[in-house]
């Protein structure tokens, strides 16, 4: 999924409780149970083949981190009572098995060291079972969660 919705709902159980290791614990969890649901993301595929080039999908992630980092910030500005650091622990969690696991300077160190392996496997097979329904629920479900995120952010 992308790395909006994996910040934003990682941000959002930030601002629920201070208890960070609850916090991680959480953000890390919502990421696999993301991924599990039908989204559009820069790893769309098209008939089994990859949509975007290499360069291309990391220029989108590039893009989508960026745009998680202004907005992170921006919301952290707009609502001061936020706690600062649970949020940010909340939004690094909630990406954190992307970055540990989708960096191609790592990736395949990820794919060949024992535990790590099947970690690595598991977050990219749980991504295949609802692919075809990746724009007819994944788009509208991302926007939700997006939207949803912010407000609980912001209420
Ligand atoms: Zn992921």
Request: aromatic share 10%; net charge positive.
């Amino acid at each position: 999924m992308l790395a909006l919705n994996h910040v934003l709902v990682g941000a959002a159980i930030g601002s629920e409780t201070n208890n960070i290791p609850v916090i991680v614990g959480l953000a890390v969890a919502s990421h696999f149970i993301l991924d599990a649901l039908p989204h559009v993301d820069q790893g769309l595929e098209k008939n089994g083949k990859d949509y975007f080039k290499q360069n291309t999908k990391y220029f989108l992630a590039a893009v989508d981190i960026a745009i998680s980092l202004v907005l992170i910030v921006f919301i952290l500005t707009l609502k001061s009572t936020l706690d600062r650091s649970s949020i940010i622990i909340g939004a690094v969690s909630g990406l954190s098995i992307d970055l540990i696991f989708n960096i191609p300077w790592w990736e395949n160190f990820m794919k060949r060291t024992p535990i790590l392996k099947s970690i690595y496997f598991f977050h990219k097979d749980i991504q295949e079972p609802l692919k075809k329904y990746q724009f007819v629920f994944g788009l509208p479900l991302q926007i939700i969660i997006i939207v949803v995120s912010i407000w609980i952010l912001l209420k």
